[in-house]
Every structure is written in C-alpha cells, then in structure tokens.
T-cell receptor, first 117, second 113 residues
Framework: AQTVTQSQPEMSVQEAETVTLSCTYDTSESDYYLFWYKQPPSRQMILVIR??????QNATENRFSVNFQKAAKSFSLKISDSQLGDAAMYFCAYRSAQESGNTPLVFGKGTRLSVIA | NAGVTQTPKFRVLKTGQSMTLLCAQD?????MYWYRQDPGMGLRLIHYSVGEGTTAKGEVPDGYNVSRLKKQNFLLGLESAAPSQTSVYFC????????????FGPGTRLTVT
C-alpha cells in the first residue's frame, strides 16, 4: 500500500518570504500523480498543484512550485512571496495512474502553515 | 453548476443513533468518494464508487455503509453511531480515471456524544 509522509506538522513564514513544505511517499508503482491541496479555515479542499510522475519537469503554478525527486520519492512544495492568504493546512496526496482505475487519494497528515505579517 | 454539495453541514448525534449523509454532484462524474478527516490524521478513505450501482471499501470502512443508486448521489450511512465517528466528512468526485482533479464538497462536521 502507498503511504505519504509529511514530517513537518507546523511551519511558519514571514510575509513575502519563501517557504518549503516537505513530502515523501512510498510506492512500488512507476506511474502515478502527486498533488498538494490547501485547506484554509473554511475547510474547503483546494487543489494547488499536481505533478505527473512520468514528467521530469517540475510543475509550477504562479507562486507555487514543486521539487519532484522521483528516485528519492520526494515531492516538496515551495511557496514564494508568501501572502497572508496562504495560511492554511497543506496536504500532500498520492494517486495511482494505473489503468485499473485505482483513483482514491492517499493523503499525508498535513502541515499547518502560518504566515507572519 | 453547484459542483459537489453535502447535506447536512453540521450534525450532532447521540451514541447509537443512525443517520445518512448525502453527497450530490452535478458534473456527471463517474467516481465518488467519502473521506473522513480527523485532527493530525489527514483525510482517510472510507468508501468509494467507480460508477452507478458500485461501491468499494476504503481504508476505514468499519461502521459505515454506502449506496450509489443514482450516478449523481453517493450516500454514507451510519447505522449505530459511536463517539469514534466524530469527524469531518468530505465527499469528492472525479470525472473518470483519466482525469486529475478530485472535486471536494464543503464537508460535514459530525459530533457523536
């Protein structure tokens, strides 16, 4: 079974600075997707960024980027120019890409990010 | 287009009572999921469905039952609620196995006393 580990329960960052959230995962599969979800106090789950395992290029979405290291099974999220609105719980998640349709997400336990003004 | 909706948003139950949580999606998605979120545990899969009339167990299925009689609805039932089922419940949907993004509902906070 796949597992996702987020080793930082809490992180903090100064406004306008950069922060990196860590995620490692364990799988025997070669084809899969990785995701970062943001959960603000409203509780809504918001997809921040995704990475396909077959792509070597790291995904980027505006101020959010990832460092995907497939061999090391590492998938960190970098938030640049942090804003107060980035304060939230962040979840790393894994999903198989096999054609069998094993589509449920496997989540890490989350990292709570605080942004200091 | 409402996306994924969940009913109710909040509920308090006494131990032993039963209830059904309703998830509805208007995107014609094939796959639907029920997750629970507990402090420090992330989201864990309870049950899921790969199409109308199908259901499958997830990581933490005990104490729950589900049904998908209509494609747009996925029901989660608690037959005899226990305090251990106090949690926030999220429903999600996925268009098909080739799609990336699961769309989440707003969550239901359930307290069992």
């Amino acid at each position: 079974a796949q597992t996702v580990t987020q080793s930082q329960p809490e992180m903090s960052v100064q406004e306008a600075e950069t922060v990196t959230l860590s995620c490692t995962y364990d799988t025997s599969e070669s084809d899969y997707y990785l995701f970062w979800y943001k959960q603000p106090p409203s509780r809504q789950m918001i997809l921040v960024i995704r990475q396909e395992a077959y792509k070597q290029q790291n995904a980027t979405e505006n101020r959010f980027s990832v460092n995907f290291q497939k061999a090391a099974k590492s998938f960190s999220l970098k938030i640049s120019d942090s804003q107060l609105g980035d304060a939230a719980m962040y979840f790393c998640a894994y999903r198989s890409a096999q054609e069998s349709g094993n589509t449920p997400l496997v989540f890490g336990k989350g990292t709570r990010l605080s942004v200091i003004a | 287009n409402a996306g994924v909706t969940q009913t109710p948003k909040f509920r308090v139950l006494k131990t032993g009572q039963s209830m059904t949580l309703l998830c509805a999606q208007d995107m014609n998605h094939e796959y639907m999921y029920w997750y629970r979120q507990d402090p420090g545990m992330g989201l864990r899969l309870i049950h899921y469905s790969v199409g109308e009339g199908t259901t499958a167990k997830g990581e933490v299925p005990d104490g729950y039952n589900v049904s998908r009689l209509k494609k747009q609805n996925f029901l989660l039932g608690l037959e005899s609620a226990a305090p251990s089922q106090t949690s926030v419940y999220f429903c999600a949907s996925l268009e098909d196995s080739y799609s990336y993004e699961q769309y989440f509902g707003p969550g239901t906070r359930l307290t069992v006393t």
